[in-house]
C-alpha cells in the first residue's frame, strides 16, 4: 500500500504531504485546486512520461516521493537486482520509497530505494504494487486486446497464456529460420558453386607457402646467372684447378689457373716440408689443415655453383610467376591465398543446402505449431466456458450501478495464431434487443461503470488502486452504487479516488482536501486530511455550493448511509 507522498512544486501544489491508510481514501477539492496532481504523482511514480509543463511556475524543478509498504517477493528480487534497501521489519512489510524528479527544462531522474534507476524500473515496481485508473485508461478498455486480457483475468488464464505466448514464441523463431533459410537456400548454393570453382582454381595452381617470395629471388639471380656463374668458377678454379663445373668450360683467367691451383701448390710445399726438425713438422702440419681448409671450401663453393638456376630454367619460372599472380583475386600473396583456400573450405563444411536439413526444420515447425495450436484450442474452450459467466457478473454490477443494458462477450477465431491466442473477443452492449459493440456505444459515465464493474468482479487484495474520475458523467443513486462499490474493493485492497461527487465521497475512511489560495500573482494549494466534522462541511459544499443548514443535514445523511452499507460489508 502507499504510506504517504510528498510533493514539490508540481503544477499548482508548491508543497505538499499526504497520508494514506487502508480503506478508501478520497481526495476532493474546489475545481482547478489540483486535485489530478495527486494523480498525476504517482504516474510519475509509475514511471510514466514526464513533462516539463508540469513543474510549477518559476521553480527550476518538481519533486515527489512516495513511499510504499510491501510483502511483495516481485518488489523485493527487484529491489534486490537494483542494490537498493528496503526497509523491513521482520513480521511487517517492508518499506520501500521511490521518487521521480522533473526539471523546467523536461529532464527527468527516477530513485528507487535508494538508487538511481531508468523509469522504466519504476514502471516495473508500479506494476506489482499500484493500478491507476483515469478516463485514458477507460478508453483503453475499448481496445479488443484489453477486452480479451479482462476475460482472461478474470477467468484466470494468465498462466495459460503464458504458456500459449512461450510456444507461439517458439514456432515463430522456427518459422522465421525456415523461411530465412528457404530464401537463402539459392544464395547459400551460389556461394557454394563460386567457393568449389575458386577451390578448384587455387588446388589446380597448388601453391606452396612463401613461393611467390622465393621465385621472385630465384627469377632475379636467374637474371644474372652468366656473370655469377663466371667469377665464382674462376675462384673454384683457383682453388683446386677445376676447369669444368656444371658440364661448362671455364675460361679466361680460370684456364690460366688450371696447373698451378691453391690446393696444388700447398700440397706441393707441404710435401717440401720434411726432416726431423719438430718446427717443420708443424709447420707440415698446419698447411695439411690449410689444405683440407681448402677443400671444404671448394666443395661448397662447387654446390653453390650447382644451385645456380640453369639459364633455360627462366621460362618456366616466369610462367609458374604468373600462375600465381591469378592467386591476387584472393589475397595479395601465396600465404594469404593459402589462408583463404582453408577458411573457404571451414564454409563449405558449415553450409548445408540438402533438402534434408530443410526438411527437418520443417518437421520442427509443425510440431511446434501443433503444439501451440493445442493449447490455443484449449485456451478458446476456457474462454467460451468463461464468457457467459463473466457477462453474467459484469451485466449484474452494471445493473447495479442504473445501467439497463446487458453485457454479452462475442468470440471470433482470427485468422493467425495472435499473441494471445486464436480469439478476437469483442464486449457488447445489449439494450432492447439491440447488440452493439462497448466501443461503438457506451457514453463516457457507461464506460466508467463497466470499467469500475470489471475490478470489481476481478479484484484480487493488497494493492493500490487508484481511480480518477471515475465518475465522470455519473450522478444520482447511480453515484451512490459507484461510492458503495469503490467501498467493496476497499475492503481488501487500498483504493485512492480523486471524486467531484459527495455521493462517492461520502464512502471514504479517509478524506483528502485539496485546498486552493490565490494571490495576485499565483494560485498554490495545499493538502490535508479532514476531521469527520471538516468531512461534513465538504460534502455540503459538495452538495449545495455552499455551506447551508439543509446542505448540511443530507451531508449527514450521506455519511449516515454510507457507514451503515459499509458495516454490511464488513458483516459479510
Known amino acids: ?81 537494483i542494490g537498493g534497501f528496503m526497509d523491513a521489519t521482520e513480521g511487517a512489510p517492508a518499506e520501500v520509497i521511490a521518487s521521480r524528479t522533473v526539471t523546467a527544462a523536461g529532464r527527468s531522474r527516477a530513485h528507487l530505494a535508494g538508487k538511481a534507476v531508468a523509469a522504466a524500473v519504476l514502471g516495473q515496481f508500479a506494476g506489482h504494487v499500484i493500478t491507476i485508473h483515469g478516463q485514458n485508461d477507460q478508453l483503453r478498455l475499448l481496445d479488443p486486446a484489453r477486452q480479451l486480457r479482462a476475460l482472461d483475468t478474470y477467468a484466470g488464464l494468465r498462466g495459460e497464456v503464458a504458456s500459449y505466448r512461450e510456444k507461439r514464441r517458439v514456432w515463430q523463431e522456427l518459422d522465421r529460420d525456415l523461411r530465412r533459410r528457404t530464401e537463402a537456400r539459392r544464395e547459400l548454393a551460389l556461394e557454394t558453386e563460386t567457393l568449389q570453382r575458386a577451390l578448384e582454381t587455387i588446388d589446380e595452381i597448388d601453391p606452396q607457402p612463401g613461393e611467390d617470395e622465393q621465385l621472385k629471388a630465384d627469377i632475379t639471380r636467374l637474371q644474372d646467372a652468366d656473370e655469377e656463374r663466371a667469377s665464382l668458377g674462376a675462384a673454384l678454379s683457383a682453388l683446386d684447378g677445376s676447369a669444368d663445373v656444371g658440364g661448362g668450360e671455364l675460361g679466361g683467367d680460370a684456364a690460366d689457373l688450371g696447373a698451378a691451383s691453391a690446393s696444388d701448390l700447398i700440397g706441393q710445399a707441404q710435401a717440401q716440408l720434411t726432416g726431423p726438425d719438430p718446427k717443420v713438422q708443424e709447420l707440415a702440419q698446419r698447411l695439411g689443415e690449410v689444405a683440407g681448409q681448402i677443400s671444404d671450401i671448394a666443395m661448397e663453393l662447387g654446390e653453390v655453383l650447382l644451385d645456380i638456376p640453369d639459364p633455360d630454367a627462366l621460362e618456366g619460372m616466369l610462367q609458374r610467376q604468373a600462375e600465381l599472380r591469378e592467386l591476387r583475386k584472393f589475397a595479395v600473396d601465396v600465404d594469404g591465398a593459402i589462408q583463404w583456400r582453408d577458411r573457404a573450405r571451414q564454409r563449405l563444411e558449415q553450409i548445408d543446402v540438402s533438402g534434408d536439413a530443410l526438411d527437418r526444420l520443417a518437421e520442427q515447425v509443425e510440431r511446434a505449431r501443433a503444439e501451440m495450436m493445442d493449447i490455443g484450442r484449449r485456451l478458446s474452450t476456457q474462454r467460451a466456458n468463461a464468457a457467459k459467466a463473466f457477462a453474467k457478473d459484469v451485466t449484474r454490477e452494471i445493473r447495479g450501478l442504473h445501467m439497463s443494458a446487458a453485457v454479452e462477450v462475442e468470440i471470433n477465431s482470427t485468422a493467425e495464431p495472435g499473441p494471445e491466442g486464436l480469439d478476437e473477443v469483442e464486449f457488447q452492449l445489449v439494450q432492447g434487443g439491440h447488440r452493439t459493440a462497448l466501443a461503438a456505444s457506451a457514453s463516457g459515465g457507461e464506460l466508467s461503470r463497466v470499467m469500475l464493474a470489471l475490478e470489481v468482479i476481478m479484484a484480487g487484495s493488497g494493492r493500490t488502486m487508484v481511480f480518477d474520475e471515475v465518475d465522470a458523467g455519473v450522478g444520482g ?76 443535514a443530507h451531508a449527514e445523511e450521506l455519511v449516515a448511509m454510507a457507514t451503515d452499507a459499509k458495516r454490511r460489508l464488513d458483516e459479510g
Do not use: W
Open 1 to 81: 500500500m502507499l504510506n504517504d507522498i510528498h510533493i514539490r512544486n508540481l503544477g499548482v501544489i508548491e508543497e505538499a504531504t499526504a497520508e494514506f491508510s487502508t480503506g478508501l481514501t478520497v481526495v476532493t477539492g474546489e475545481t482547478g485546486a489540483g486535485k489530478t496532481m495527486v494523480v498525476t504523482s504517482l504516474r510519475l511514480l509509475s514511471g510514466h512520461r514526464a513533462e516539463a509543463s508540469r513543474v510549477r511556475a518559476g521553480a527550476d524543478k518538481a519533486v515527489v516521493e512516495g513511499i510504499f509498504a510491501t510483502t511483495s517477493a516481485k518488489v523485493a528480487d527487484l529491489v534486490e537486482e
Open 477 to 552: 443513486k447511480a453515484a451512490v452504487e459507484i461510492g458503495r462499490r469503490l467501498a467493496a474493493l476497499a475492503t481488501k485492497n487500498q483504493v485512492i479516488v480523486v471524486t467531484h461527487l459527495p455521493q462517492v465521497a461520502a464512502f471514504a475512511d479517509a478524506h483528502l482536501y485539496v485546498a486552493k489560495a490565490a494571490s495576485d500573482a499565483t494560485v498554490s494549494s495545499s493538502v490535508r486530511t479532514l476531521s469527520e466534522e471538516e468531512r461534513v462541511e465538504e460534502l455540503s459544499r459538495m452538495l449545495a455550493g455552499l455551506e447551508s443548514d439543509t446542505g448540511r
